[in-house]
Nanobody
């Protein structure tokens, strides 16, 4: 059993910053690719960012590139999303996701590439 728990969401003014955390328990996910998705009301869950298990490769959606930074600490089994210069359109429930350990070559922007999901944390950006 693998559990993912997000934290760090909240209310922030436009231009501000938040740092989300995703803690894994039950089994270490050192060799799992991990990512963040978000879902706003009335919209589909969309890809935000991904980090490879090694931490040496990252990718971002065009909407957050240059503002968000993904990182991970495998020793702590934790992933982070530093969000700067937040915009009102960033308002959404943010979900942490992890792929099956050892799998490679899956499309990182698709939900199907990830096996484990957290419960989500609300991020609200006010104008």
């Amino acid at each position: 059993q693998v559990q993912l728990v997000e934290s760090g969401g909240g209310l922030v003014q436009a231009g501000g910053s938040l740092r989300l955390s995703c803690a894994a328990s039950g089994r270490t996910l050192t060799r799992s690719d991990m990512g963040w998705f978000r879902q706003a009301p009335g919209k589909e869950r969309e890809f935000v960012s991904q980090i490879k298990w090694s931490g040496l490769s990252t990718m971002y959606s065009d909407s957050v590139k240059g503002r968000f930074t993904i990182s991970r600490d495998n020793a702590k089994n934790t992933m982070y999303l530093q969000m700067n210069s937040l915009k009102t359109e960033d308002t959404a429930v943010y979900y942490c996701a992890a792929g099956q350990e050892g799998t490679i070559g899956l499309p990182p922007t698709r939900r199907s590439a990830y096996k484990y999901w957290g419960q989500g944390t609300q991020v609200t950006v006010s104008s």
